[in-house]
């Protein structure tokens, strides 16, 4: 999982709740930005709230 994250319940559904971002503005590769998207699709994650 991302740095700052964690696994919880919530309704009896597991939920994984991803804090910071980094942005290309601020210099970063396209693959770093969406490693974290990635990483959580790889884990099986199919669905994002922004």
Do not use: E, F, T, W
Request: aromatic share 4%; net charge positive; no cysteine.
């Amino acid at each position: 999982m991302p740095a700052g994250s964690s696994s919880k319940q919530m309704h009896g559904k597991p939920i994984v709740y991803a804090q910071g971002r980094i942005h290309l503005y601020a210099g970063h590769s396209a693959q770093d930005v969406s490693a974290g998207v990635r990483v959580l699709a790889a884990a099986g994650i199919r669905r994002l709230v922004h």
